[in-house]
């Protein structure tokens, strides 16, 4: 897949999202490279689909401003090779965004884990 038609899902995705969570998302940049880092995926073993970097809304005191934008970012490589089709590559990046979208939020995932997710 192209790396412009997997942006156009990925803005899809951010798109259908409730409107009291894209409101809330105006300091988050969306990114989407290849594959993670060596730092990004950190100590963890298997390839990871997307991550986010900045300070959950759950953490920011009164204090929090002139911040440089929080990310999530997408990793293009390991979502298609989990996938069959590009119906599958979209609903993987719709899965992948609700996950680091609740990790801004402050959700962690112990808790997406009970929640399904």
């Given at each position: 897949m192209t790396r412009e038609k997997f942006e156009e899902l990925a803005r899809r995705?951010?798109?259908?999202?409730p409107e009291e969570f894209k409101l809330r998302l105006?300091?988050?940049d969306i990114l989407v490279e290849d594959r993670p880092t060596?730092?990004?995926?950190g100590r963890r073993g298997s390839e990871i689909l997307g991550l986010y970097e900045g300070?959950?809304?759950?953490?920011?005191?009164?204090?929090?401003?002139?911040?440089?934008?929080?990310?999530?970012?997408?990793f293009q490589k390991p979502i298609e090779a989990m996938c069959r089709?590009?119906?599958?590559?979209?609903?993987?990046i719709e899965?992948?965004?609700?996950?680091?979208?609740?990790?801004?939020?402050?959700?962690d995932d112990r808790q997406l884990k009970k929640m399904g997710w």
């Open positions: 995705a951010v798109e259908s999202l105006e300091n988050v060596v730092e990004q995926r300070v959950p809304h759950t953490e920011r005191g009164e204090n929090y401003n002139l911040a440089m934008p929080d990310r999530i970012t997408l089709s590009d119906e599958e590559i979209a609903t993987e899965r992948t965004i609700i996950h680091e979208v609740a990790h801004h939020f402050g959700i």
